[in-house]
């Protein structure tokens, strides 16, 4: 058994990489839509995003789009100029890069109604290596579109609520670290 406890590590340390991820529901119940009281940038504000966390958006694909643009075409609701556009009513986002993030409505109208949110994606402060710089926060435009965006369908279970994310992740490390041991011993 001694000779898979490398191995066994491995994984574990693999499993709970992952685990570090947050999957966010935007605004709070992931419905886009014009929003009634609190707008979406309100609650962007309220959360951390890192590389890894996905955005997800719900909405009726007859009704109503996600579109991906830059800062000039959300600050003027411009649904023609577009670095991505999801319509399949279930959207989920993936930040693969730090940065300032631009999402409208591709319902001008509801865009113009506040149905617009800007993330910005904090840089990964990890030492794992990076396959393309990270773009300043504070620039007046997005990143390049290239190797940004990674669109995932999500089949798995809702994460638990984000209060909880960290003591799932310390809970997850201590097992993990537990379990190696273990196995290091034998």
């Keep these: 058994m001694a000779k898979y406890s490398g191995l066994i590590f491995l994984c574990l340390v693999l499993l709970a990489t992952v685990a570090v991820a947050t999957e966010f529901k935007v605004g709070g119940s992931g ?4 929003p009634d009281s609190m707008s979406y940038n309100q609650w962007a504000e309220k959360h951390r995003f890192q590389v890894g966390d996905t955005l997800v958006f719900s909405y ?3 009704k109503d ?6 800062v000039k075409a959300y600050n003027s609701c411009d649904t023609s100029s577009v670095i991505d556009r999801f319509n399949d009513g279930n ?3 993936t930040f693969t890069t730090s940065g300032p993030f631009y999402f409208i409505s591709g319902n001008k109208d509801n865009c113009e109604k506040n149905e617009k949110l800007h993330v910005v994606v904090m840089a990964d402060r990890s030492k794992r290596p990076s396959s393309a ?8 435009s997005p990143p390049t579109p290239s190797g940004m965006v990674e669109i995932t369908p999500s089949t798995s279970p809702p994460p638990p609520p984000n209060e909880a994310s960290s003591v799932v992740l310390g809970f997850m490390g201590t097992l993990g670290a537990a379990i190696a041991a273990f196995f290091y011993a034998l």
């Excluded at 419905?31 to 014009?34: A, E, F, G, I, Y």
């Design 31 to 34: 419905k886009w839509d014009v």
């Design 60 to 62: 009726l694909p007859d």
């Design 91 to 93: 959207t989920v986002f």
């Design 65 to 70: 789009s996600v579109l991906l643009v830059d």
């Design 133 to 140: 710089p990270s773009p300043s926060p504070y620039s007046s």
